[in-house]
């Protein structure tokens, strides 16, 4: 269960100053759990310290360099699209309102079995976000003028040689997440990100 102390706090159930009611509910037994899909990464042809995981999003990025990448994408093994760009975001739908809607990508709903794959700066007008069911293998392709490239696994990074092929499935378990049982996503998006909100 997230606790907001800071400034958004999107996926928290509470701010801090609730904390002492948020104790009562839980112990009280008033609270549901939302089970959330995490992304599993393998690196085939280069060495990461284990499988990596994501709740919000895998995200492959130019570095070092003002030149775009070439990502190439299969989804179960079919040639999907080669994208010329800053870069690619994989996300789940709990990692859909932060950086895949930042670059275009849809907000999706917490319970929907799908993946959004995202461009960053694509250097074309016909390469548009894409959903994919979330048991589908994605194997991406990445190459750069310079040697590397930067992997983000949920905002933390590591370099990757060019020319490496990253694999990425859903992974054997989830996240549970604890809330309130009077929070739901539409009120969130409003309240939080004023969704809808006329007059804006």
Known sequence: MGINSG???YM????????PAIIDDIL????????????EVHAPDAM????????NEVAVLKKDTASMIRVEAHIDSWPAAAYRA??????TPTGSTGYNLSVGGPIVAPSARIWTI????PHSLNMRPLAVCDDSIIEILAESRADTYL??????SVSMPSGSTLRLSKAPHC????????SNFIDTLREKLLWGIDGI
């Not at 800053?86 to 996300?91: E, M, P, R």
């Not at 995202?118 to 700066?121: D, E, I, M, Q, R």
């Not at 996240?175 to 049982?181: A, F, G, K, M, S």
């Open 7 to 9: 400034h958004l706090g």
């Open 12 to 19: 928290s159930a509470a701010d801090i100053t609730e904390a």
């Open 28 to 39: 009280a037994g008033r609270y549901r759990i939302e089970h959330r899909s995490v992304i």
């Open 48 to 55: 990461l310290p284990h499988n990596q995981y994501a709740l």
């Open 86 to 91: 800053d870069g690619l975001i994989v996300s």
């Open 118 to 121: 995202a461009p960053v700066a």
């Open 151 to 156: 992997l983000s696994i949920d905002g933390k």
């Open 175 to 182: 996240v549970n997440i604890v809330l309130r049982p009077s």
